[in-house]
T-cell receptor, first 110, second 110 residues
Framework: GENVEQHPSTLSVQEGDSAVIKCTYS??????FPWYKQELGKGPQLIID?????GEKKDQRIAVTLNKTAKHFSLHITETQPEDSAVYFC?????????FGTGTRLQVFP | DAGITQSPRHKVTETGTPVTLRCHQT?????MYWYRQDPGHGLRLIHY???????DKGEVSDGYSVSRSKTEDFLLTLESATSSQTSVYFC?????????FGPGTRLTVL
């Protein structure tokens, strides 16, 4: 079955710097790759997603890239702000179920 | 957000007692999911439903059962709660592509 690995598990950056979180997946049938942000005590919130027919997608300060050949995708956050501090999860969907990575705790220091 | 509510939001129970968690959605989404979230494991799928009375197992289904008698409600039952089922439980619904999460239920089994 599908396996999603996510790195790093923790990431600390200075406010204004960029942050990059990387995920790899194993099942070439995966065709949808969402990213979620989870704040303390809340449910995961979908922040951006990408489908397998697209290589890159951007939404303001957030971008996601997908390399189908290498089976990896990444989340890029530019000009980080303290409110970006949260746990971020990647996921891949080979069938009708999402398979999640284990999460990255991002801390943005002012 | 997809109009998802979960009840109760917090529950403390004793080992061996039955527990039912409820997920209610207002968006008429066909697919619904139950996950548990534990430190170091990310989000793991317990059971999911692809329609009324149509359910299937996820990767950690042992000790759990589900029922879906109406499109809007998806129930998760722990027939005899164990301490290993102490966790945060999230319900999610899915459109054609996007999956949206509820606020979660924190369950403690003593």
């Amino acid at each position: 079955g599908e396996n999603v690995e996510q790195h790093p598990s923790t990431l600390s950056v200075q406010e204004g710097d960029s942050a990059v979180i990387k995920c790899t997946y194993s099942d070439s049938a995966s065709n949808y790759f969402p990213w979620y942000k989870q704040e303390l005590g809340k449910g995961p919130q979908l922040i951006i997603d990408i489908r397998s027919n697209v290589g890159e997608k951007k939404d303001q300060r957030i971008a996601v890239t997908l390399n189908k050949t290498a089976k990896h995708f990444s989340l890029h956050i530019t000009e980080t702000q303290p409110e970006d501090s949260a746990v971020y999860f990647c996921a891949a969907r080979p069938t009708d179920k999402l398979i999640f990575g284990t999460g990255t705790r991002l801390q943005v220091f002012p | 957000d997809a109009g998802i509510t979960q009840s109760p939001r917090h529950k403390v129970t004793e080992t061996g007692t039955p527990v039912t968690l409820r997920c209610h959605q207002t968006e008429n989404h066909r697919y619904m999911y139950w996950y548990r979230q534990d430190p170091g494991h990310g989000l793991r799928l317990i059971h999911y439903s692809y329609g009324v009375k149509d359910t299937d197992k996820g990767e950690v289904s042992d000790g759990y059962s589900v029922s879906r008698s109406k499109t809007e409600d998806f129930l998760l039952t722990l027939e005899s709660a164990t301490s290993s089922q102490t966790s945060v439980y999230f319900c999610a619904t899915q459109t054609a592509w996007e999956q949206f999460f509820g606020p979660g239920t924190r369950l403690t089994v003593l």
